[in-house]
């Protein structure tokens, strides 16, 4: 007797076992956005919000910037994928010792 298995079962199952096993991680950056403070603590840290302004984005002016300038009452928005991207290309670039 010989086991049928379509494509799409297959692909399911190994995504399950991928998934499982940790091999696929649970949170992709692909896609996602996320806020200036956010930014701040994952890639900048002990950095904050201002920093961020000052010596990144009104210094660089990333792409991975939506608006860079949002005024009042409007929010960045930060492509986290090619933002932690250029961070770590450019890491020697960004002027670390620079207090807030």
Partial sequence: MQLQINDTELQ????????RRGYVPEEQLQGRTISIKEFAKKYCYPHGIDWVKK???YKFKPSWVANIHPGKGSSFT???????KWM?????????????
């Fill in 12 to 19: 399911k199952a190994v995504d399950q076992i991928m998934k």
């Fill in 55 to 57: 010596e990144i984005f």
């Fill in 78 to 84: 930060i492509f986290e994928m090619p933002a932690a």
């Fill in 88 to 100: 770590e290309d450019h890491r020697e670039e960004i002027n670390w010792n620079n207090g807030e």
